[in-house]
């Protein structure tokens, strides 16, 4: 049952992409605009660098977001967190 569902799901969302696709693809070819969806809340503030977001981030954050960065797919770079 549930595989019966998902199927039919996934095939509206196919069917609705497509149909999209297809009313895009038209107002292309007749040069008439595109309409985006509109955004709600503008953005504020971009942040340029990390330094940015690591003066804001607790010891423990800041430790993680270090692993995050350093990880080349081993242990040896990682740093250990200690846990409450």
Not at 34 to 49: D, G
Not at 51 to 64: F, M, R, V, Y
Request: include cysteine; hydrophobic fraction near 35%.
């Amino acid at each position: 049952m549930e595989t019966v569902l998902l199927c039919a799901l996934f095939g509206f969302f196919i069917i609705v992409s497509y149909t999209l696709g297809l009313k895009n693809g038209q107002k292309l070819k007749n040069e008439e605009p595109i309409e985006l969806p509109k955004v709600t809340e503008p953005i504020k503030e971009i942040i340029h660098s990390n330094k940015d977001i690591e003066d804001g981030l607790t010891k423990e954050e800041q430790i993680s977001w270090e692993n995050i960065n350093n990880y080349d797919g081993t242990l040896e770079s990682q740093k250990h967190i200690e846990s409450r």
